[in-house]
């Protein structure tokens, strides 16, 4: 062998051992096993820098980055975070926090063993989706359910289903992309159905529909412009004309809300979000949405209406592939009782956030600002939250901003800074100030991120 000066090198490196155990001493909560799989990763990384003539880092060093791998590794995650944006569905941030009693169901349902496909009257199996089945009714009046893994797998599922390869009409102010490249025109490509452009981008009329109906249309798709609006010489017929021209044609209409509410949106001030309800009223055959928008439960698909149509639905090879977890299916029954209950607005924080009073969030900016360190100078404003993840695009709520000055470093720097507490903080900056919503901040973080920013 060739002797280099690397070879050298490679001597003076600490062992996985020691490396483990002098980090474990930084952290006793880290476990022995997994000290030992970083610090054997560090010194296979060292060993191909030392390769490319890099020096060792000190042991020191080497112990300190160990312990800190190490701890990214354990800490839980995804992380929970103090959403002070001011968007209250954040898609990025996991969109609906849960209500204290869905979390409840989601935890009692996993925890030992569950009726999830068990009928407990009769002892023979039973369907995941029936234990959804009376709630939905009793709020919607729909008579058949069936739930999947997410809305996008919804409407995927109810295309392969029920397309049968034909012709499905959409018009062309609908033929949008949702986020994440889920693009109506290539679900409805993959599903196998051909794409039938109904009308113009800016007006469609009933009777573009009408003519646009042959013995090749399987279906007429609505899809609710939830991330955009078109504004100007604009036209769309009533869903109720729709629902006319699909039955003369015996095709079903499906429509894909998006967001989905239960509640009127305009008892708050914003514009209509249309609503489950008035969807199955004005005749829709099958109604889609996701369950972790306006509804403020977990992560679902909910594909509603017409018995015969979900037993179709749910008997496609494709459902198999969407089904989801009994957690998800606990928490969602559990996101309804409370619709049930009537206390919706109370206790389910995406409500509770839309209806929060603009004295209440005056009252938190003003209790933050009373923590603000003298290093840092503070004030409230007024502003705009919004609604977000794909439901009433463009509408805002009034809101009261807290604004933060910092006297010796940047905004950038500050922002940085409160994502790096134990209780990251996520905030906005306008106009290079760091801003934070209180308005999305959960009742029960309250308290901590007074301690963060006390700790500025
Ligand atoms: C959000 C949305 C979807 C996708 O729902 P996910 O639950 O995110 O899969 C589909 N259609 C519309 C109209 C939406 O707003």
Redesign the pocket.
């Known amino acids: 062998m060739v002797p280099n000066i690397s070879q050298g090198n490679l001597r003076k490196l600490p062992s996985v051992g020691a490396l483990a155990t002098e980090a474990r001493g930084l952290d006793e909560t880290l476990s022995e096993r997994l000290c030992v799989i970083v610090a054997r990763r560090e010194i296979d990384q060292i060993r191909s820098s030392i390769d490319s003539g890099r020096d060792i880092p000190s042991f020191d060093h080497l112990v300190s980055n160990v312990a800190m791998k190490a701890r990214l590794i354990s800490h839980s995650s995804p992380r929970p975070v103090i959403n002070a944006t001011g968007v209250i569905v954040h898609t990025n941030l996991g969109r609906a926090p849960l209500s204290e009693r869905a979390l409840r169901a989601a935890y009692n349902a996993s925890v030992g063993y569950s009726d999830l496909e068990f009928d407990l009257e009769s002892g023979n199996r039973g369907a995941r989706s029936d234990h959804l089945k009376e709630i939905v009714r009793d709020l919607t009046g729909a008579e058949g359910v069936f739930v999947v893994n ?4 919804a ?1 995927l599922l109810v295309l392969c289903a029920l397309a049968n390869e034909g012709e499905v009409l959409v018009s062309r102010s609908e033929s949008v992309e ?2 994440g490249s ?1 693009r109506i025109p290539d679900i409805l490509m993959r599903s196998g159905a051909v794409l039938r452009d109904v009308g113009t981008t800016n007006r469609t009329r009933i009777t573009d529909y009408a003519s646009a109906v042959s013995e090749k249309t399987s279906l007429i798709l609505k ?2 412009r ?2 955009f609006r078109i504004v100007g010489f604009t036209s769309m017929p009533d869903l109720r004309e729709i629902v006319a021209v699909a039955s003369k044609a015996s095709v079903p209409l499906v429509n ?4 989905g509410s239960l509640i009127d949106s305009r008892e708050y001030g914003l514009r209509y979000e249309p609503m489950v309800q008035d969807s199955v009223n004005d005749g829709s055959s099958i109604t889609t949405f ?1 369950g ?2 306006l509804l403020g439960g977990p ?1 679902a ?1 909910l594909i509603i209406g017409d018995a015969r149509l979900i037993d179709q639905i749910a008997a496609n090879p494709l459902a198999r592939t969407l089904r989801p977890d009994k957690m998800t299916l606990a928490a969602l029954h559990a996101t309804l009782t409370h619709y049930i209950d009537g206390d919706a607005s109370n206790t389910i924080p995406v409500w509770r956030m839309i209806s929060m009073e603009l004295s209440e969030v005056e009252a938190r900016a003003e209790s933050l600002l009373s923590c603000l360190p003298e290093g840092v100078k503070g004030s409230v404003c007024s502003g705009a939250s919004t609604v977000g993840g ?1 439901a009433l695009p463009g509408e805002t709520i009034r809101t009261a901003l807290v604004r933060l000055d910092h006297k010796s470093i940047s905004s950038m720097d500050l922002v940085r800074q409160l994502r790096s507490f134990e209780s990251p903080v996520v905030a906005r900056i306008e106009d290079e100030a760091v801003i934070l919503d209180p308005r999305t901040v959960l009742d029960n973080q309250m308290p901590r991120l007074r301690d963060v920013l006390a700790s500025l």
Not at 256 to 259: K, Q, V
């Open positions: 997410n809305n996008a797998g409407i949702i986020g889920f899809v609710h939830s991330n894909d809300l998006g967001s996701s972790d928008k992560q698909g794909g």
